[in-house]
């Protein structure tokens, strides 16, 4: 795999001084590092060689764009963005095949971003959990944003939610499978908005042990007997 860390600013470079070509250096170095973890994300989202790499270019772009300074874990943001843009690109070929999308996963957040932005990213998270919640057992869901959210291997995934390995594997493909259609159950208004809120936090900060509780929390919970009969 090729990636061209300079094509951002071959064409239009200026006069900066130490610090700065120190700094883009470091940028540079943590992406190189990152990149076939990123290309693993991106091919086992798209299958496809080639978008694969074009999805780990842009992310590049992405990195070299953005405010640095406030990122607080390079890896989870770098993670979170080449997950988000290759289930973009999926999302978008079905479309054009005219089939059912599942839900994308939000970029990492730009600290730079206005309200306006933050507001509208907020409500593309929101809809998004929504129908991991509508669609999705609570087990089928926690390997789901584990995995390609946050690519967790599934051995720790499996560890997280006390299942095994190869029964998080069947789960991630059952709802792969859910999110392409099938029944919709109602959605509890408090454990979505802990959801969206946990994700968030997550992905903002890097920290993902409120996540992680959360959902082992949801797949051991035994339902209440309302909800229960409701599935039956």
């Known amino acids: 795999m090729t990636i061209n860390l300079l094509e951002s600013r071959r064409d239009h470079m200026e ?20 990149a076939p973890r ?10 496809d060689v080639g978008e694969a790499e ?12 953005a405010n640095r300074s406030v990122v607080v874990s390079p890896a989870a943001f770098l993670a979170l963005t080449t997950t988000r ?9 079905r479309k054009r095949r005219e089939t059912s999308a599942g839900p994308w996963l939000p970029e990492t957040p730009d600290h730079s971003a206005g309200p306006e932005t933050a507001a509208e990213r907020h409500e593309a998270v929101d809809g998004a959990i929504r129908m991991l919640l509508e ?17 967790y291997p599934y051995r720790q995934i499996g560890e ?20 392409s259609g099938g029944r919709l159950h109602p959605v509890d208004t408090l454990t979505h908005r802990r959801l969206v809120r946990a994700f968030l936090s ?20 035994r339902p209440t007997t309302a909800s229960a009969t409701a599935t039956r």
């Open 15 to 34: 006069p900066i001084d130490e610090r700065s070509i120190n700094g883009w250096d470091g940028a540079a170095a943590t992406f190189v590092s990152a």
């Open 38 to 47: 990123l290309y693993a994300i991106g091919l086992r989202v798209l299958q």
């Open 54 to 65: 074009d999805v780990v270019q842009e992310t590049w772009l992405r990195w070299a764009r």
């Open 85 to 93: 843009l290759a289930i973009n690109v999926t999302q978008s070929a």
């Open 135 to 151: 669609r999705l057992t609570p087990a089928e869901r926690a390997v789901y944003l584990l995995r390609i959210a946050f690519d």
């Open 160 to 179: 997280i939610l006390h299942l095994g390995e190869d029964h998080t594997r069947q789960l991630l493909r059952r709802a792969r499978h859910h999110l």
């Open 202 to 221: 997550a992905a903002r900060t890097g920290d993902l042990a409120d996540l992680e509780a959360l959902l082992a929390t949801s797949v051991t919970r």
